[in-house]
């Protein structure tokens, strides 16, 4: 078995049809668990494509309420296995500590869904809590965005098996893209860069390759991008959570189409 860059490995198979069968050598996205320690303490254990750990750390603390400050994180990779497996140690302040550090999903615990189950676009009231308005997206600039992000998704050429996430400027330029073996992992990525890089507050649409859960509607609400396009479907409670918070989802944004299913 040959690494290609952590982030793909080869093995051999046996591709076959009805009439023949041949010897392959096939690329798969690597998947390994990556042990996140908080001062010394275990967190977490999050399944994910080796490569921007660090980013992906930064990124999943932000979004979950966990470490909000601006200031730098301290990271240190306790273990690295060249199999991917991982231990990653934070050191944070305790008076720096979220209250995500309790509750993983501290969101769900101190906003209920007063909209939960309200299925036409009109029948719900403004919520309390929700992003400001912000610019909304050109439709047409759908297909132009989406095909930048696939041009880039060079570990689901290879292998077909990872997701992509991608975060875009009020002008249409793509700020970052990452790909994960998950879908949350990829937000999570990029969502860390573009902290390291002081650029979170430029993302206005994130684009992804897969469907929409709630999660990565919580995520996005964090991380203040108001717009989020999914090439695949949104769940109901990913719709109700976006109408809550005040984001645009949209969702089968493929062959020229899409379909809006919150728009504030």
Do not use: W
């Not at 921007?52 to 301290?74: H, N, P, Q």
């Not at 684009?207 to 995520?219: D, H, M, P």
């Amino acid at each position: 078995m040959v690494r290609n860059e952590m982030q793909t490995v080869s093995y051999e198979g046996i591709k076959k049809n009805a009439e023949t069968s041949e010897l392959i050598t096939d690329f798969l996205v690597v998947e390994a668990p990556l042990e996140i320690s908080i001062n010394q303490s275990p967190f977490t254990v999050v399944m994910r494509t080796p490569g921007d750990d660090f980013e992906l750390i930064r990124g999943l603390l932000y979004v979950e309420d966990i470490y909000r400050a601006t200031t730098s994180l301290s990271m240190e990779i306790v273990s690295e296995a060249p199999n991917g497996f991982t231990k990653i140690e934070v050191t944070i302040s305790e008076d720096q500590l979220g209250v995500g550090y309790l509750n993983k999903r501290s969101l769900l615990s101190v906003s209920s869904c007063g909209i939960c189950g309200k299925q036409q676009l009109e029948d719900f009231d403004r919520p309390k809590v929700k992003l400001s308005k912000q610019q909304p997206l050109n439709l047409n600039k759908l297909p132009e965005m989406f095909a930048l992000m696939r041009l880039n998704q060079e570990t689901f050429s290879l292998t077909g098996g990872s997701h992509a996430a991608t975060v875009f400027d009020q002008e249409y330029q793509m700020l970052i893209i990452k790909e994960d073996i998950g879908r949350h992992n990829a937000v999570d990525k990029c969502v860390g860069a573009l902290l390291l890089s002081n650029q979170l507050k430029k993302g206005s649409f994130l684009l992804v390759s897969g469907r929409v859960s709630y999660e990565i509607i919580t995520k996005a609400f964090f991380a203040k991008i108001g717009t989020i396009v999914a090439v695949s479907a949104c769940s109901s409670l990913a719709v109700d959570y976006a109408k809550e918070f005040g984001i645009c989802l949209i969702g089968f944004s493929r062959e020229n189409k899409a379909t809006i299913y919150s728009n504030p």
